[in-house]
């Protein structure tokens, strides 16, 4: 219910205005965002690939509703791209490549990201955002994954089609994040109850630790991640024909307690000033984080 509520409030402008210039929102800013430059998140990917984890870098920004704010997402991956240091790859989300003004502007755009990422010898991973943006994701993940195999996908559990989606992306070379769901989509198209995301995830990782593909296991779950770890061996997977991921700021121990058993890890490191929509979906996730917000409010 607060979950919602949050999320739903995210939308009003009035609430945005508020909590972007309260002072006090940048210390729970920093707790969930490398930086708001690009030099902030490269210096925070080296302290965690000198921890012996990898990165995947999102340069945030959403739902980007004119071609020039299109221009400008690509224009900032394409220069970021060539200075990435070690294993540490991007994520992308196509409404910031301009997916809401129109698909093959999208794609053109996610094309360049791409070309971009092969030069620089590393990879993307398209995000998924609303439901309503699913099928024409996957759509422009088709198109790319023709040139560019190593394209990401993600697939949400919390949707009905999930186990669907997984099985038709679980191929030879095919990179697919599992993870829960951040947004609140209609009970027509997913599962409201956690225990039933819970059960749903469970049901896609057997599908993708089954098949040929490389599953990248997103979540701070720890029954979730013990599961994905007993099914690895079931599967006589080794090491490194999959990943868990998480977050930025979260689990920071559990991080690091996974890639000391040998497991590879990569952490999601969001940067830049657009932080509004990935902060809230972050405080709606967990309610202690509300809390925390709200106790730093009265205690500025
Ligand atoms: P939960 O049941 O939410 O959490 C389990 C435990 O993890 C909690 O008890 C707590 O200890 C810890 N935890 C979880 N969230 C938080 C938090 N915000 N703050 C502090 N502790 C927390 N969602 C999308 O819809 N599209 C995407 O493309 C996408 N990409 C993602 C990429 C990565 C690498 C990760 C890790 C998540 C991504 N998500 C994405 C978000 C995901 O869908 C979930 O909303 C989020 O990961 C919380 O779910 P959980 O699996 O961690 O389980």
């Known amino acids: 219910m607060l979950r919602r509520t949050l999320l739903a ?16 929102t940048r210390r729970v800013v920093r707790r969930f965002v490398a930086g708001d430059d ?73 094309r360049r990201v791409c070309a971009a990422a092969a030069r620089a010898g590393t990879t993307v991973t398209l995000d998924m955002e609303d439901h309503t943006t699913v099928g024409s994701t996957l759509r422009v993940l088709d198109a790319l994954r023709g040139e560019y195999p190593w394209v990401g996908a993600v697939v949400q559990a919390q949707l009905r089609r999930a186990e669907e989606y997984c099985a038709g ?30 059960k749903s995830y469970v049901r896609c990782l057997r599908t993708l630790m089954a098949g040929p593909g490389y599953p990248m296991v997103a979540t701070h779950d720890p029954r979730l991640i013990e599961i994905a770890d007993a099914l690895r061996l079931i599967r006589g997977r080794d090491s490194g024909s999959f990943e868990y991921q998480m977050l930025y700021g979260i689990r920071p121990d559990e991080q690091l307690r996974l890639a000391e058993t040998g497991a590879r890890v990569r952490v999601y490191v969001p940067y830049g000033s657009e932080w509004y929509g990935y902060l809230v979906r972050r405080l709606a996730e967990r309610p202690a984080n509300l809390a925390f917000f709200l106790r730093a409010l009265l205690t500025r």
């Open 9 to 24: 409030a995210s939308r009003s402008p009035a609430l945005r205005t508020a909590v972007v210039t309260a002072p006090v």
């Open 38 to 110: 690009s030099e902030r998140a490269l210096e925070a990917a080296s302290r965690l690939l000198s921890d012996g984890l990898l990165v995947s870098l999102d340069r945030l920004g959403e739902d980007v509703r004119d071609r020039a704010g299109a221009e400008a997402t690509v224009r900032a991956y394409e220069k970021l791209l060539p200075e990435l240091p070690g294993d540490t790859e991007v994520s992308v989300k196509l409404t910031a490549l301009g997916q809401a003004l129109d698909e093959d502007l999208a794609l053109a755009n996610a």
């Open 169 to 198: 992306l679980a191929y030879e070379g095919s990179r697919v994040r599992l993870c829960k769901g951040a947004y609140d989509p209609p009970p027509e198209v997913a599962f409201t109850r956690r225990s039933e995301v819970d």
